[in-house]
Antibody, heavy 121, light 110 residues
Framework: EVQLVESGGGLVQPGRSMKLSCAASGFTFSSFAMAWVRQAPTKGLEWVASISYDGGNTYYRDSVKGRFTISRDNAKSSLYLQMDSLRSEDTSTYYC??????????????WGQGVMVTVSS | DIVLTQSPALAVSLEQRATISCKTSQNVDNYGISYMHWYQQKPGQQPKLLIYEGSNLASGIPARFSGSGSGTDFTLTIDPVEADDIATYYCQQSKDYPPTFGGGTKLELK
């Protein structure tokens, strides 16, 4: 059974940093691209970042470029999102999602339960 | 960025057909594949993949769900609608980065 379990969320002040983690199991983690998708309270889904199966390619939405860093550790079957210079508009539930392909450009077939990040003073 | 447009809500009766549309600002087909996917999200839950690449049913999804369309016009059909299908439905394109989602269509009971 595929499982994606996020951790690391909470309340953080504007301008500070936070790191999210996602522990994957039930599939060959090193064979698939992974992504972070977020959802602000009562809003729709918004893609944040993706990383290829081997970590060699990373992609970001414009609003987080230079502030967020996606990474992975295939030996630990784990995905990460380092978030720096956080803003109030980053407040969202962050989902870890498995891609169906190596490099992205496909659907997200499994999602974690999500972790809430609140940016507020 | 490719913009995906969905109607905000759709009211339907149980055991009837629901048709949810998604229109894209650019063609999301490439080499015969439609890079259009559909998700279901219930309150307090994570999204679930229903349909990938336009018309392919995801694993474990009942055949009441189907997807169709090409180019810039796509449709998710639920026939017949069951009580458990009351949720918000999102379309998503993966032809170009950034991947983008529609605003979601909330399926409601008449």
């Amino acid at each position: 059974e595929v499982q994606l379990v996020e951790s690391g969320g909470g309340l953080v002040q504007p301008g500070r940093s936070m790191k999210l983690s996602c522990a994957a199991s039930g599939f060959t983690f090193s064979s698939f691209a992974m992504a972070w998708v977020r959802q602000a309270p009562t809003k729709g889904l918004e893609w944040v970042a993706s990383i290829s199966y081997d970590g060699g390619n990373t992609y970001y939405r414009d609003s987080v470029k230079g502030r967020f860093t996606i990474s992975r550790d295939n030996a630990k079957s784990s995905l990460y999102l380092q978030m720096d210079s956080l803003r109030s508009e980053d407040t969202s539930t962050y989902y870890c999602a498995k891609d169906t392909g190596y490099y992205g450009y496909t659907a997200f077939d499994y999602w974690g339960q999500g972790v809430m990040v609140t940016v507020s003073s | 960025d490719i913009v995906l447009t969905q109607s905000p809500a759709l009211a339907v009766s149980l055991e009837q057909r629901a048709t949810i549309s998604c229109k894209t600002s650019q063609n999301v087909d490439n080499y015969g594949i439609s890079y259009m996917h559909w998700y279901q999200q219930k309150p307090g839950q994570q999204p679930k993949l229903l349909i990938y690449e336009g018309s392919n049913l995801a694993s474990g999804i009942p055949a009441r769900f189907s997807g169709s369309g090409s180019g810039t016009d796509f449709t998710l059909t639920i026939d017949p609608v069951e009580a458990d299908d009351i949720a918000t439905y999102y379309c998503q394109q993966s032809k170009d980065y950034p991947p983008t989602f529609g605003g979601g269509t909330k399926l409601e009971l008449k």
